[in-house]
């Protein structure tokens, strides 16, 4: 009987060594797992660091004024340009597809808003 029990025992030992072992060496694969991530995490900030310093670079308003002269050809206006407020066509009406179909179909008549059956204006569709 006691050899069956220090049997158990000595099987439960060995076991109880093997799956330490195994989670220890699964805290380090996690461990070296998460010290990678974070270079990796590292090496991504410096790489947007470079990005925005680039683009801070590239768009300074001194050489975008020159690419602007140079590729644009654009000229100064001059005072002839510029036009009054009468002198300005009117606003063409917004053009609403979607609710010039279903009218065309008939499925605006039942839904008219109450403004326009009251005789008054409907807001401007947007």
Do not use: C
């Not at 330490?20 to 660091?49: F, P």
């Not at 050809?73 to 606003?91: D, K, N």
């Amino acid at each position: 009987m006691w050899r069956l029990m220090h049997a158990a025992a000595i099987a439960a030992l060995i076991g109880s060594a093997a799956y330490v072992y195994g989670v220890k060496y699964r805290t380090i694969y996690a461990s070296e797992q998460l010290v990678k991530t974070r270079h990796l995490i590292a090496k991504e900030k410096d790489a947007i660091n470079l990005l925005r310093a680039e683009y801070a670079h590239l768009a300074r308003p001194d050489r975008l004024q020159a690419l602007a002269d140079s590729k644009l050809g654009m000229e100064a206006l001059a005072l002839s340009q510029i036009a009054t407020v009468g002198e300005l066509p009117e606003a063409q009406p917004k053009v609403d597809s979607i609710g010039r179909t279903l009218e065309s179909l008939g499925f605006l008549k039942d839904s008219a808003t109450p403004a326009a059956d009251a005789g008054g204006e409907t807001p401007p569709v947007r």
